[in-house]
Nanobody, 115 residues
Framework: QVQLVESGGGLVQPGESLRLSCAAS????????MGWYRQAPEKQRELVAL???????NYADSVKGRFTISRDNAKNTAFLQMNSLRPEDTAVYYC?????????WGQGTLVTVAS
């Protein structure tokens, strides 16, 4: 069982930045992928960014050029750098760890973008 703990969420104004962190209870080096999803009120959870073990990335069109996913294997931590935040980025952000087709989720961290 892999436990994930997100941090770094909060309230920011449009145009500002945040960096989310996802600390894993086990080595993320062995994970097939690390990712971030988000869920806005009354909407389905959606993919934000995915980073495979091989270094390939996949971003939602709405965040391309603004968000960057990365990982620090030595610290067992994944990150999501979010720049130029918009009100429509407001959501609970969830960390994902994927290994052997099994997904592990964190509890989520709230990001609110408002004036």
């Amino acid at each position: 069982q892999v436990q994930l703990v997100e941090s770094g969420g909060g309230l920011v104004q449009p145009g500002e930045s945040l960096r989310l962190s996802c600390a894993a209870s086990q080595s993320i080096f062995s994970m097939d992928a690390m990712g971030w999803y988000r869920q806005a009120p009354e909407k389905q959870r959606e993919l934000v960014a995915l980073l495979t073990r091989g270094g390939n990335t996949n971003y939602a069109d709405s965040v391309k050029g603004r968000f960057t996913i990365s990982r620090d294997n030595a610290k067992n931590t994944a990150f999501l750098q979010m720049n130029s935040l918009r009100p429509e980025d407001t959501a609970v952000y969830y960390c994902l760890a994927r290994r052997l087709s099994r997904d592990y989720w964190g509890q989520g961290t709230l990001v609110t973008v408002a004036s």
